[in-house]
């Protein structure tokens, strides 16, 4: 739901109740009588909340300080400051510091008052719906960028290790799945697409040159016993005969959802390292307490590998 409410902030109840009857027909009107009680009703209610206005003279606080904090904190409200002619001195710095869309001087005129509520309403509105696009917008990035991070991870792999890595590679994205592998919230304001793809490059590289060291720390021996072992070892986890376990997920996942700049560190590779140095079928299972990994079944046989095996993983971590 859109929000479509205007919040007035005012330490006069005669102030509140003449602005409720004037503006109500206009929009449905909150009112709170102190900058403490408007801080509460947008904890509480500041989805619902289109436009503030708030009187500037209270005791206490003043009204600029809840305008910055709604502009901290609900920064798509619209904010407007409401102050006497004689003390409209006070509202040079909220304005100036962008804390405010517009002024309102006392006494209001209704006609004024009315056109210009209506104009910041209608500010709101575009504002939610340009905030809407965007968040959907960077959803589709946010999965476009797991998917470009396992089709990368894929090359590197192939690079990494003699012979065809893509089981390996599969049996990662598998595991990756079951454990929940979902986007990282982006902070887009704060990347551009040169110095994502610049930070995305540097992450590759590290990766690359992780999982080559493990690679020769893991040796020879591929006994389940011994292999399995190995794998704890790099994931500091608790084996169990030809098995581990893992309290969390997140050793399963981390090349894929971690933030954009973050660098891997070596537990973070390890996974997938060992299971380019294995190759061989593991099992993935979600356990009370965490998960298990262990060598299947006797019997238990390994389904083809599909040739567009990466196109379906990509999109099926795209759905999450």
């Known amino acids: 739901m859109s929000p479509d409410k205007i919040l007035f902030v005012d330490d006069e109840p005669m102030a509140l109740k003449y602005f409720e009857r004037l503006v109500s027909p206009l929009a449905p009107v909150i009112t709170a009588s102190s900058v403490e009680q408007g801080k509460a009703v ?9 436009v503030l206005v708030s009187d500037q003279r209270m005791p206490g606080a003043r ?54 509520l209506k104009n910041a309403l209608e500010l709101a509105n575009l504002r939610n719906e340009r905030d809407h696009l965007v968040r959907e917008k960077l959803l589709v990035q946010q999965q476009q960028l797991v998917g470009s991070r396992l ?35 982006t902070p887009w304001h704060q990347w551009d697409h040169a110095g994502l793809l610049q930070a995305e490059a540097q992450r590759g590289i590290a990766i690359a040159q992780r999982l080559g060291r493990w690679q020769a720390e893991f040796g020879d021996d591929r006994t389940p016993g011994a292999a399995f072992a190995q794998l704890a070892r790099a994931l500091g986890a608790q084996a169990q005969g030809a098995g581990v376990h893992l309290p969390s997920a997140a050793p399963l996942t ?7 700049g973050q660098l891997p560190q070596a537990v973070d590779t ?11 079928p593991v099992q993935v299972l979600s356990e009370a307490g965490g998960w298990t990994l262990q060598a299947p079944a006797a019997g238990l046989a390994e389904a083809a ?13 795209a759905e999450r």
Not at 42 to 50: K, P, T
Not at 308 to 317: A, G, H, N
Request: proline share 5%; aromatic share 10%; glycine share 8%.
């Open 305 to 317: 590998l599909p040739a567009d095996w990466l196109e379906r993983m990509i999109e099926q971590l």
């Open 63 to 116: 009204g600029n300080e809840l305008l910055g904090y709604a502009r901290e904190f609900h920064p798509g409200i619209v904010r407007m400051l409401t102050t006497a002619y004689s003390e409209l001195g006070e509202a040079i710095e909220p304005i100036n510091s962008g804390e405010i869309y517009r002024y309102i001087t006392k006494p209001w005129d209704m006609g004024s008052l009315h056109a210009d």
């Open 42 to 50: 947008l904890r509480e209610r500041g989805g619902e909340i289109a």
């Open 254 to 260: 981390a090349l894929l959802d971690a933030a954009p």
């Open 270 to 280: 390890a996974w997938l390292a060992w299971l380019l140095w294995w190759n061989a």
């Open 151 to 185: 089709a990368s991870l894929t090359m590197l792999s192939a690079g990494v290790v003699r012979g065809d890595s893509s089981a390996a590679m599969h049996r990662y994205a598998r595991a990756a799945l079951a454990a929940g592998c979902n986007a990282t919230p």
